[in-house]
Nanobody
Framework: QVQLVESGGGLVQAGDSLRLSCAASGRASSISTTAWFRQAPGEERQFVAAFRWGSTYYADSVKGRFTISRDSAKNTVHLQMNSLQPEDTAVYYC??????????????????WGQGTQVTVDS
C-alpha cells in the first residue's frame, strides 16, 4: 500500500505562485508515476501534470506555468505553480500508480490518492 499526503495549498492572488508537495510512504518503490489532478466544484477531475520515470507531462492549460519535480531522497513530488489564475482554483489531488503511457492522463488509471489540498486564486 502507498500513502500520499499533500501540502501547500492556500489562498493567493492572481499572478502569485504556490508550491504543492506530495509525500509518499509505504511501498512507494512499486509505483512508476506520480501525478497531480485537480477538481473544481461541479467539474470532473482533470489531469494537471505527471512525473514518470524521469519524464514530465503537462496539461496544455498549465504548460509553461507549472513545473513538476521529484525529490527521490524524500519520496516527494512537488508542483510549482506560477502565474496562477482564477481558473486554477480547485482541490488538487496527488495520485500514484503504474499507468501505461497512453493512459497517463486518465484519473481512472491511478489507484493511490491523497486527501486533496485546496488552491484558491482570487482575482
Amino acid at each position: 500500500q502507498v500513502q500520499l499526503v499533500e501540502s501547500g495549498g492556500g489562498l493567493v492572488q492572481a499572478g502569485d505562485s504556490l508550491r504543492l508537495s506530495c509525500a509518499a510512504s509505504g511501498r512507494a518503490s512499486s509505483i512508476s508515476t506520480t501525478a497531480w489532478f485537480r477538481q473544481a466544484p461541479g467539474e470532473e477531475r482533470q489531469f494537471v501534470a505527471a512525473f514518470r520515470w524521469g519524464s514530465t507531462y503537462y496539461a496544455d492549460s498549465v504548460k509553461g506555468r507549472f513545473t513538476i519535480s521529484r525529490d527521490s531522497a524524500k519520496n516527494t513530488v512537488h508542483l510549482q505553480m506560477n502565474s496562477l489564475q482564477p481558473e486554477d482554483t480547485a482541490v488538487y489531488y496527488c495520485a500514484a500508480g503504474t499507468p501505461i503511457l497512453s493512459n497517463l492522463r486518465a484519473h481512472t488509471a491511478y489507484y493511490h490518492w491523497g486527501q486533496g489540498t485546496q488552491v484558491t486564486v482570487d482575482s
